[in-house]
C-alpha cells in the first residue's frame, strides 16, 4: 500500500482494458480483479455500460494503427494524446454483445486448433531429440551387445565403442584476429554455431573485432557463459567469435565433427555439463577448459559416426518436413483469426444471425 500510496498510478476496476503502450505497443488483456500497471501500459476504464469483450477485439483488429501511432528514438511509445485519438466504432450494446459472444466462441475454436498443432510440434520435437540422444550414444544396431560406459550420464554404449575425456579428443585454440574482418558467428542453445548477421540480436557491439577468436569449419564453440543452457556447436564455417568463448580443434582428423554437434547439444550432456560448471547459482554457471577436458564422451569409429550422422539428417529431415507444414497451417489459422475479429468488428460480417442459430 505506501509502494501504491507514493506512486502516481491509480486503480483500475475489473473489466477494463489493460494496452501496452511500449515496445510491444498493442498488446491486450481484460483486467479480471481491480488492478493498476506501471507506466509501460494504459488501462482504458469504460464511460458506459458497453460490452468490454467488444473493445478488445476492436482495439485488437487496430494493433497496426496503434503501433504506427508509437513514437521515440530509443523505443516507441504510444502517448496519451495519440491514443485518444484512435477512433473506435460504438454499435449498440446488444449488438457489441452478439459481435464478442460470436468472437470468443469462434476464436475459442482457432485457439484450441492451434494449440493441438503446436502440441504436434512439441511431440515431433520430443522424438527428433530422442532419435538423435539413442543414436549417438546408443549407436543404429539394436542387436549391438551393450556395456557400462562406467559414465553415469552414458550409462550402457556398444561393447566395441571407446569413452574417452574430452581432453584426448580435443585441444583449446586460442589464435586471434588481427583486422576483425572474418565472419562473425554467434552460439546459441537454440541454434548452435550460426552467422550472427542471420541471428535478430540486439545486444552492444563491440566498435572493433579485432582480438576476437578465430575458428575453423569443424571447430567446436562453447558460448563458456552459456553452456549451462547448450550454447555451444560446431562450426559450419570459418569465422571469428566472442573472445569470451572457448574454441577447441579434434586432435585427429578420424573424427565427423556433425557426430559432436549432435551429441553435445542433447540434454543429457547439457546436463553433464553443469555438473562441471563452476559458479555461485545456476545463471552464473561458466565450462571452463579444464572442466570441459575432464568430461568423458563416447567415440566410434569414424565410419559409425558417419552412418549415426546421415542416418539422423535422414530422418531428422522427415520430422523437420512436417513441422513446416503444421507452422505453416498455424501461421494460416492465426492470419484467418485476425481477419475475422476485423470483418466482425467493422460490420463487414453479419453475426447476429448466425448468433441465434
Request: glycine content about 8%; aromatic content about 8%; overall charge negative.
Amino acid at each position: 500500500m505506501e509502494g501504491y500510496n507514493s506512486c502516481g498510478t491509480s486503480m483500475a476496476p475489473s473489466g477494463s482494458l489493460v494496452l501496452s503502450t511500449r515496445a510491444p505497443i498493442g498488446h491486450l488483456a481484460i483486467a479480471g480483479t481491480d488492478m493498476c500497471t506501471n507506466q509501460g501500459c494504459r488501462c482504458l476504464v469504460f464511460r458506459a455500460d458497453d460490452d468490454s469483450h467488444f473493445f478488445y477485439y476492436q482495439l485488437l483488429a487496430a494493433r497496426l494503427e496503434l503501433e504506427s501511432l508509437g513514437q521515440g528514438s530509443t523505443f516507441k511509445e504510444l502517448g496519451r494524446g495519440n491514443l485518444e485519438g484512435v477512433c473506435l466504432a460504438t454499435p449498440s450494446i446488444s449488438e457489441q454483445r452478439a459481435i464478442a459472444a460470436f468472437l470468443d466462441r469462434e476464436t475459442g475454436r482457432i485457439d484450441a486448433l492451434i494449440a493441438k498443432k503446436e502440441r504436434q510440434i512439441e511431440l515431433l520435437q520430443e522424438k527428433r531429440a530422442a532419435l538423435i540422444s539413442h543414436a549417438v550414444t546408443n549407436g543404429l544396431d539394436p542387436d549391438e551387445p551393450m556395456k557400462d560406459s562406467g559414465v553415469d550420464w552414458l550409462g550402457e554404449v556398444p561393447e566395441h565403442w571407446c569413452v574417452y575425456r574430452s581432453k584426448l579428443l580435443f585441444r583449446e585454440a586460442n589464435d586471434r584476429s588481427t583486422t576483425g574482418e572474418e565472419t562473425l558467428l554467434t552460439v546459441s542453445h537454440i541454434t548452435g554455431v550460426t552467422r550472427r548477421s542471420e541471428k535478430n540480436v540486439t545486444m552492444f557491439m563491440a566498435e572493433s573485432l579485432e582480438g576476437y577468436k578465430k575458428c575453423e569449419a569443424g571447430d567446436l564453440v562453447i558460448n563458456t557463459m552459456w553452456a549451462w543452457m547448450g550454447a555451444m556447436g560446431i562450426a559450419p564455417e570459418r569465422g571469428i567469435v566472442s573472445p569470451s568463448y572457448n574454441v577447441y580443434q579434434f586432435r585427429s582428423e578420424e573424427n565427423e565433427p556433425s557426430f559432436y554437434d549432435y551429441l553435445f547439444r542433447t540434454g543429457q550432456f547439457v546436463a553433464e555439463v553443469i555438473c562441471h560448471s563452476k559458479g555461485v547459482w545456476l545463471s552464473r554457471l561458466r565450462l571452463y577448459p579444464e572442466a570441459f577436458f575432464e568430461i568423458r564422451i563416447p567415440c566410434p569409429s569414424q565410419r559409425e559416426q558417419h552412418e549415426i550422422v546421415y542416418f539422423i539428417q535422414k530422418e531428422t529431415g522427415n520430422y523437420e518436413t512436417l513441422q513446416r507444414k503444421i507452422e505453416k497451417s498455424i501461421e494460416k489459422l492465426r492470419e484467418y483469426r485476425t481477419a475475422l475479429i476485423s470483418a466482425a468488428v467493422t460490420g463487414k460480417i453479419d453475426v447476429r444471425e448466425e448468433l441465434v442459430s
